[in-house]
């Protein structure tokens, strides 16, 4: 059964920082590309970044560049997002998702139940 379990969401000030976490299990977490997504209140899943198996390749949503940084550490089956320069439209549900496959465009077929990140003053 695959699991991804995130954390490390919280309430954070507008340029504040976070670390969130997401424990892999269930499958060959390093033959797989991984990404986050991400779904404020009242809005549409939005894609956030994306990383291909063996790191060696990043992606990241407009919104996010240059603020937000993904990486994965395969020995230890958790994919990692550091966000900085957080701003209030960063408030949302982050998910981490499990693409289909090593292709980083390939569809997401599973994403874990969130960790809640709060940007407020």
């Known amino acids: 059964e695959v699991l991804l379990v995130e954390s490390g969401g919280g309430l954070v000030q507008p340029g504040g920082s976070l670390r969130l976490s997401c424990a892999a299990s269930g499958f060959t977490f390093s033959s797989y590309a991984m990404s986050w997504v991400r779904q404020a209140p009242g809005k549409e899943l939005e894609w956030v970044s994306t990383i291909s198996s063996r790191a060696d390749r990043t992606y990241y949503a407009d919104s996010v560049k240059g603020r937000f940084i993904i990486s994965r550490d395969n020995a230890k089956n958790t994919l990692y997002l550091q966000l900085s320069s957080l701003k209030t439209d960063d408030t949302a549900m982050y998910h981490c998702?499990?693409?289909?496959?090593?292709?980083?465009?390939?569809?997401?077929?599973?994403w874990g139940q969130g960790t809640q990140v709060t940007v407020s003053s």
């Open positions: 998702a499990k693409r289909s496959g090593g292709d980083p465009w390939s569809g997401i077929e599973y």
